[in-house]
């Protein structure tokens, strides 16, 4: 499995940004579609948005449609989540995960069960 690392979390004003960034292990990061997902305290881990392989193709939460951007350097093997407008609601440990099998469908790739490799996640706390 690649191993992911995220990094770029921390404590930022409700209206702030913040940049997440996911490095990965493999140069084959460059043929997975990636996400992100976030996970606040005493709920279930929800999907954030993802990307595909060349970074043509991107899919978003509602929740964060129009305040969040999704992109990726696969000469970098780095998948980015640019962060505006937070919200005290964006406060969550965030994670990055890689669809490593290639085999999963669209919808599979909105949910967790689209990804087979994940990162340990990084916190990201917004204060009203």
């Known amino acids: 499995q690649v191993q992911l690392v995220e990094s770029g979390g921390g404590l930022v004003q409700a209206g702030g940004s913040l940049r997440l960034s996911c490095a990965a292990s493999e140069r084959t990061f460059s043929s997975y579609t990636m996400g992100w997902f976030r996970q606040a305290p005493g709920k279930e881990r929800e999907f954030v948005a993802h990307i595909n392989w060349s970074g043509g193709y991107t899919y978003y939460a509602d929740s964060v449609k129009g305040r969040f951007t999704i992109s990726r350097d696969n000469a970098k093997n780095t998948v980015y989540l640019q962060m505006n407008s937070l919200k005290p609601e964006d406060t969550a440990v965030y994670y990055c995960?890689?669809?490593?099998?290639?085999?999963?469908?669209?919808?599979?790739?909105?949910?967790?069960?689209?990804?087979?490799?994940w990162g340990q996640g990084t916190q990201v706390t917004v204060s009203s």
């Open positions: 995960a890689a669809d490593t099998s290639r085999r999963h469908t669209t919808l599979e790739l909105r949910t967790s069960r689209g990804y087979d490799s």
